[in-house]
Structure formats: C-alpha cells, structure tokens
C-alpha cells in the first residue's frame, strides 16, 4: 500500500465550477501538508501549506486537513482556465531540512471556458 | 521564496551516454534536492546534497548512476550516467527555504528523453 494515494483524475469542470482534489495517508505521523500545482513543463509551484489538522484558505483556495480520518483536500472555487494543471499533494512528518517530503501521483484538472 | 534557474530545459539523448544538469539558485542554501518525476508516478527524492559534504543518496539511487555536485551554496548539478530509455523522465531540482516555516521550492524542470 502506497503512503499517500491521490484521486487520480483527470477531472475536467466547467468554468466556474467548485474543485475537491483529494489525497488519503496511511502515516498518522505526518504533520506538515502541502499542495504544489504543476503547469505543464514547468515545475511544481508551493500553493498551500499547512500544520496539523484545520482549514486554511488562500483567496480561491482552500486547504482542509483531517488527521483522524488521514484525509487532505483542496478546494478550489470559481475555478478558472488558468487552474488548470496537475495538482500534487505531499505531506512530511517534520520540516523540510530533516524530514523527506511523500507526494501523491498528482491529478490532472481541465477547467473548460 | 527563490529563484531556481535549471538548465537545460530538455533534451534528446543516446543511449550510452552521460547528461549534466545544472542548477542555480539567485540565494545561498544550505539543502539541494534532486527529484525524479517519471509519467503517471509521484516524485521522487534521488538524492539531498549538501554544501561541504557528500551527497546522500536515497534507496534505488547510487552515486555512479547520478553523481552530484555542490561546489558552493547557490548551485549544484546532477549528472545521469551511462543512460538508458528508462532514464526518460523530468528531474527537478529544489531547495528548501524559511518562509514562515521551511517550504520546499522546487525549479522548471528538465524533460530528458533517451533513444
């Protein structure tokens, strides 16, 4: 069984649409989780960041963790064109200098004008 | 967060052989990661290198296959040695930097593909 499994996609939405990108973990250790997006050709771009359980939210972003159930979403609202790209979750037990980042497979989102 | 210059930004190759990536950053940092990210798979870390010191190397990755250098603070390169097509795959360079708490950034990317 994989550490971390992510939805796999790909998911294609209207414009203006409302995003839910999933990722479940089996390590109750981890403690620090990240989504990075990934255009094509380019590399993966930090987008959200967060410590232990809780929500945070970044304009259209909105980063949920729930270590109980070992589940990480990312909401994406009023989703645009320019969201599209591949959407990889990682998660690490402790920072990044002595704790070695596990990332999901990623999942390709489509938004359609 | 940094600049993180990579070059090249892809390339063709024979099999056989050898390719160097570079990798700049426009800061000093103490940690440089190199990743693996092959089609349809998570990324993976090939190696932590640090400045002063020997790379370190993670399980499935040898230092003949993907030698590293760090000659200062803001660069590193990774080489992909005696290359097959099953070297095909984007490597990414990163660095890990304090920004309200350490983050991971990570540079463009280069997309090898070997015949």
């Known amino acids: 069984q994989k550490e971390v499994e992510q939805d796999p996609g790909p998911l294609s939405v209207p414009e203006g649409a409302i995003v839910s990108l999933n990722c479940t973990y089996s390590n109750s250790a981890f403690q620090y989780f990240m989504w990075y997006r990934q255009y094509s050709r380019k590399g993966p771009e930090l987008l959200m960041y967060?410590?232990?359980?809780g929500n945070k939210e970044d304009g259209r972003f909105t980063a949920q963790v729930d270590k109980s159930s070992k589940y990480i979403s990312l909401f994406i609202r009023d989703s645009q064109p320019s969201d599209s790209a591949t959407y990889l979750c990682a998660m690490s037990v402790g920072e990044t200098s002595g704790s070695r980042l596990t990332f999901g497979e990623g999942t390709q989102l489509t938004v359609n004008p | 967060s940094a600049v993180i210059s990579q070059k090249p930004s892809r390339d063709i190759c024979q099999r056989g052989t050898s390719l160097t990536i570079q990798c700049q950053v426009d800061s000093q940092v103490t940690m440089m990661f190199w990743y693996r990210q092959q089609p349809g798979q998570s990324l993976t870390l090939i190696a932590t290198a640090n400045q002063g010191s020997e790379a370190t190397y993670e399980s499935g990755f040898v230092i003949d296959k993907f030698p590293i250098s760090r000659p200062n603070l803001t660069f590193s390169t990774l080489t992909v040695s005696n290359m097959s097509p099953e070297d095909s795959s984007i490597y990414l360079c990163s660095v890990a930097l304090f920004v309200g708490a350490e983050k991971l950034f990570f540079g463009s990317g280069t997309q090898l593909s070997v015949l």
């Open positions: 967060t410590y232990s359980s």
